[in-house]
DNA sequence: TGCCAGGCCGGGT
DNA sequence: ACCCGGCATGGC
């Protein structure tokens, strides 16, 4: 008697629960810095990300204001850290020329938009893809959002729960299509997968050693 | 030492 | 609608 797909993913957050315990996500001490931080590591290790955000904090650039008023190139060189700084700081401009016009500069009240709405609206401002877009709506303004991301891939595709190649809103709508939309346990799914994919599903180990124990076919 | 990290865009098929 | 090159630092 084959189980089906959604409580085979619900049994996946249950183990990295009980094996892991909650991961308290994000680390960030406002939206606004969940914003960045969500900017900042795109495609690049949090590390990097957390030196920046430090950086910019040192120096009180870490705020709308700050940053709007900032030529891009000195914006540039105060996230060098976080790789990719020529293109970021684009993007973090456009961010807050974004929040500017639509809402005051003011992200708070932007994040109380509904959620498809205010989804949208984040995916129309360049530099914003789907992953950033829902970190920022689940993390920064706690909306039923599923994250997407390299490591949700990996997993999935190493369990057999989905195929590597799929779409981001095909395996977005895997998520929340079997899960109850609960803000807490989106939360801890993504940062568990992240914290699974971080330390023992990675790349430089194609057998994930912690899977086994956790009762996972992934040959 | 090379490979990898919590993506996304723009130009080309 | 996909596909691919570019973007860049820091750690293992």
Known sequence: MPVDRNTLLLDLYKRLFSSFGPRH???????????????LTQNTAWRNVEK???????????????????PVEDLAA??????YYNIKAK???HFVKFLFR?????LDRLLTWDLHISRNELLSINGVGPETADSILLYAAN?????????TR???????????????????????????????IFN????????????????????????????????
Request: with cysteine; aromatic share 10%.
């Open 188 to 219: 801890e799914f993504h940062a568990l997968l992240v914290h699974l994919g971080h330390t023992f599903c990675t790349k430089r180990k194609p057998k994930c050693s912690a899977c086994p124990a956790m009762g996972w076919n992934n040959d």
């Open 143 to 151: 909306k039923p959002t599923f994250v997407v991301d390299a490591y």
């Open 25 to 39: 996500w994000w680390p960030g001490d406002s939206p606004f810095e969940i914003a960045v931080g969500a900017i």
């Open 78 to 83: 105060q996230i060098r850290s976080a790789g």
């Open 154 to 184: 990996r997993i999935l595709s190493r369990h057999r729960l989905m195929p590597e190649e799929v779409s981001y809103d095909e395996v977005r709508s895997f998520f929340m299509d079997s899960l109850e939309p609960d803000v807490y």
């Open 52 to 70: 920046a955000i430090a950086n910019l904090k040192k120096k009180n650039l870490l705020s709308a204001e700050a940053i709007y008023s900032l």
């Open 91 to 93: 993007r973090l401009k």
């Open 102 to 106: 639509e809402s005051g500069g003011n």
